[in-house]
């Protein structure tokens, strides 16, 4: 019986120890409670974040408004180059893509099978890339600071020239030139 009783106490003792300890009024104040650390998978950094460079800007925003008026068909997302990519095709003619590339810049661009021609477009540091793709392609990339990019490509689908591949992407390219953040 004395074992009974004092399993019976040993809890409802705990748990007055418990309360008395938990508060006590000898500290006046607000109680508030300590601060979370942060989830590294959900932490932002203070702007170093290579996906920082483009902010809130998506690729299919850039190609459309060139590519609509063109009658290509409606731009998709694709993550080929990065996670921030678009293309759209018309059928007969090209296929064309723009990606924002955060975490490499134009030094880091492979040029396939063509050769990289240094040039600038509306003041920035930018290349071409004519034949990256084999014949009847190009890519040109425009720097966004020293370690991002934007590349515009173009693969026609029917005869056609490197140079006229070009066109297009520096078409592409000059007019979302303007919408990318300044690099630093």
């Not at 492979?110 to 034949?131: F, M, W, Y």
């Amino acid at each position: 019986m004395k074992l009974h009783l004092r399993h019976r106490l040993l809890p409802a003792l705990t748990v007055a120890l418990i309360t008395v300890t938990a508060c006590s009024s000898e500290t006046p104040g607000t109680a508030t409670p300590a601060p979370k650390s942060p989830n590294p998978s959900t932490a932002t950094s203070s702007g170093n974040d290579p996906a920082d460079t483009f902010g809130d800007l998506k690729a299919c925003d850039l190609l459309e408004p060139t590519t609509a008026a063109k009658g290509f068909e409606s731009p998709r997302v694709e993550t080929y180059e990065s996670d921030n990519g678009c293309r759209t095709a018309k059928r007969g003619y090209a296929s064309v893509s723009i990606y924002l590339v955060p975490d490499a810049g134009i030094d880091k661009l492979s040029p396939g099978q063509g050769t990289k021609v240094p040039t600038k477009l509306n003041g920035r540091d930018a290349v071409e890339i004519p034949g990256d793709a084999g014949t009847d392609a190009c890519t040109v990339a425009v720097a966004v600071g020293p370690g991002a990019r934007m590349t515009a490509s173009t693969t026609l689908e029917q005869t056609g020239t490197n140079e006229e591949a070009c066109a297009l992407s520096r078409e592409i390219a000059t007019a979302a030139e303007p919408k990318l953040p300044k690099g630093s």
